[in-house]
Every structure is written in structure tokens, then in C-alpha cells.
């Protein structure tokens, strides 16, 4: 059975995509930690980030490198942080959140938006790409 994010990537399940290659897509948190927090997955369905080929885990790492690069332009923060937790939804996906204090990355805080505000921050995200 398919992932939520194989769901999201097909088009199944509308999202707010910030980013997406042959390879690779990004798309807004709808439960976000922070303003911008964005998911950065290979389209490949593979649970578990060390279970990724090489080529693929690299390819995914440079890819979030660049969202996350344009997240920072986008969003005023201290700084961008990353993690790969994946408990949650058995695809691997990359965090990005911005962070203003550590509390941003504990998953224990979390922000709403509505979907003005969240078509407004993937827009000023991709228009940083």
C-alpha cells in the first residue's frame, strides 16, 4: 500500500509543494514545527533512510541542501535544522524546519497556518529556488 507521501507525490493528496525534481520532492509540513517547515523525500517509497542506495541518500541530501537554502532566504530564522526521524510515515523524509530557538525542533511545538498563509510561504519559498 502506498505512503501518504507516495499519495502526495502521485497527486492523490493535494499538497503545498516547494520543490520537485526527476528523483525528489518537496512540500510544506501541514503540521509544521516552525513558519516554512518543509519534507524533502525521494519519489523512490523506501522506509528507512540507511536502506537508500548511495546514489539516492547523496541525491537527497543535495536536494534538501537546496530547499533548505531557499527555506533560510525565505523565512528570517537563526538557522535551518535537519533531521530524519521517519517514525511517524514509513518513507524516508527530511525536516527542514527553521529554527529560532531549540524548542522549534523538539516536534512538542507546534504552529497552524491557514491555507492562505501556507500557499504564501510555498510561494516565497519557490520563488527563492
Same mark, same amino acid.
Given at each position: 500500500? %502506498?505512503?501518504?507521501?507516495?499519495? +502526495?507525490? $502521485?497527486? /492523490? +493528496? %493535494?499538497? =503545498?509543494?516547494?520543490? *520537485?525534481?526527476?528523483? #525528489?520532492?518537496?512540500?510544506?509540513?501541514?503540521? %509544521?514545527?516552525?513558519k516554512g517547515?518543509?519534507?524533502?523525500?525521494?519519489?523512490? !517509497?523506501?522506509?528507512?533512510? &540507511?536502506?537508500?542506495?548511495? *546514489?539516492? =541518500? &547523496?541525491?537527497?541530501?543535495?536536494?534538501?541542501?537546496?530547499?533548505?537554502?531557499?527555506? !533560510?532566504?525565505?523565512?528570517?530564522?537563526? @538557522?535551518?535544522? &535537519?533531521?530524519?526521524?521517519?517514525? *511517524?510515515?514509513?518513507?524516508?523524509?527530511?525536516?527542514? +524546519? %527553521?529554527?529560532?530557538?531549540?524548542? $522549534?525542533?523538539?516536534?512538542?511545538?507546534? /504552529?497552524? #497556518?491557514t491555507e492562505? *498563509?501556507?500557499?504564501?510561504?510555498? /510561494?516565497? +519559498? @519557490?520563488? @527563492?529556488l
Open positions: 500500500m %502506498p505512503s501518504i507521501f507516495t499519495k +502526495i507525490i $502521485n497527486g /492523490e +493528496i %493535494p499538497c =503545498y509543494k516547494i520543490a *520537485e525534481d526527476d528523483q #525528489f520532492f518537496a512540500f510544506l509540513d501541514i503540521n %509544521p514545527n516552525a517547515h518543509t519534507l524533502c523525500v525521494p519519489k523512490k !517509497e523506501v522506509d528507512k533512510i &540507511m536502506d537508500l542506495d548511495a *546514489e539516492t =541518500y &547523496m541525491g537527497l541530501m543535495r536536494f534538501a541542501r537546496k530547499v533548505g537554502r531557499a527555506l !533560510e532566504s525565505a523565512v528570517p530564522c537563526k @538557522r535551518v535544522g &535537519m533531521t530524519v526521524i521517519g517514525l *511517524e510515515v514509513p518513507h524516508v523524509h527530511v525536516h527542514l +524546519i %527553521p529554527l529560532q530557538t531549540m524548542a $522549534n525542533a523538539t516536534f512538542q511545538h507546534k /504552529e497552524s #497556518f492562505a *498563509e501556507f500557499m504564501a510561504i510555498a /510561494e516565497s +519559498i @519557490r520563488a @527563492r
